[in-house]
């Protein structure tokens, strides 16, 4: 009796800890929902918030210059959200969209056969699903990004991997997202068990450790700075900030990967990047993508 009443105390036990434990994205989801308001908070009426958010600026220019009442989903298109002005210029990029050779060649060699007659069509028999990536894979217990499970395949059947920044790499990429954003997907990133949020923390710890003589972090410019020019350009919002990879940015003249993009960034914190294909990289992405849940997926893009 006392052995059957210690057992299902146990069962018990065991089956509360389970149950308190399966909302392992219930931190990430706070984070997410409190940036989309802070977001649509800062961005509701610029001017009205000169003293709190836009300091450096005058009153005269966030009338002029900046929309009012912007929403969760116009930040998908980044710093191109933040006027009429901004978005004819990228209206105007778009007209002739540049990255469009990018997806044609991507989509070659997708079924381009490899010397064992498999090609990257057995590895990956559906492209709709690109907005799932970064994503914990159970059997290796690593953080798998779309570049790191690229190059996996072809070293899986005895090819060279790619180069992880730009060419082949930037260009199948280009047409595996373009066919989850013609299939209409959003960004679903999942965080389902306690190793998933050791790697969104470990992200998220990432984006807002501050670096280099002037103490950046990511956060500095993109969620705080958002919105502000830098030499030449205006700061994108970490909202949407990765649904749009890869990007055939006018700078570059040719495609390139998210990796590519991130790495800028850290060098201009004066530091040195994480590997492409590390956890530290991969993690930092998956708490990019998790921000922009719910968001469409809608790469390739163009930025300046
Ligand atoms: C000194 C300010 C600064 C810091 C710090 C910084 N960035 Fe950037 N970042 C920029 C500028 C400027 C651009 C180009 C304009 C834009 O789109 O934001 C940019 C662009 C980007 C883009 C491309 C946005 C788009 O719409 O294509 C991403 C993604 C990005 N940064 C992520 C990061 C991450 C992650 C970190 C931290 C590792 C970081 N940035 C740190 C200034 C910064």
Known sequence: MLNKLVKSTIILALTTTVLSATNFNAGAEKDRLEMIKFFEAKFDDPAKNK????????????EQKYDKNLKHMDFNIGSYAYSKDAR?????????????????KGEVLYTK????????????????????????????????????????????NGEKEWGTKKGPMAEFQAYWVNESKE???NFDIKINSKAEKEAYERGKEYYYTQRGYLKLSCATCHVQGSGQRVRNEVLSPLLGQVTHFP?????????GTVERRLSGCVVDQGQVPPKDESQTMIELLYFLAYMSNGMP????DVRK
Do not use: H
Not at 88 to 101: F, V
Not at 113 to 139: E, I, M, R, V
Not at 247 to 255: E, N
């Open 51 to 62: 003293d709190r958010f836009f300091t450096y600026f005058t009153e005269e220019e966030l």
């Open 88 to 104: 004819s210029q990228y209206e105007a990029l778009k007209e002739m969209p540049p990255y469009e050779d990018a997806i044609e």
């Open 113 to 156: 056969k490899f010397a064992n007659g498999n090609s990257l069509q057995s590895c990956f028999p559906d492209l709709t699903n690109a907005g799932t990536y970064p994503y914990y894979d159970t059997k290796t217990k690593k953080m798998v990004s779309l570049t790191s499970t690229i190059n996996d395949c072809l070293r899986a």
């Open 183 to 185: 299939a209409g997907k």
């Open 247 to 255: 990007v055939l940015r006018l700078k570059w003249t040719d495609i």
């Open 297 to 300: 997926v809608d790469g390739p």
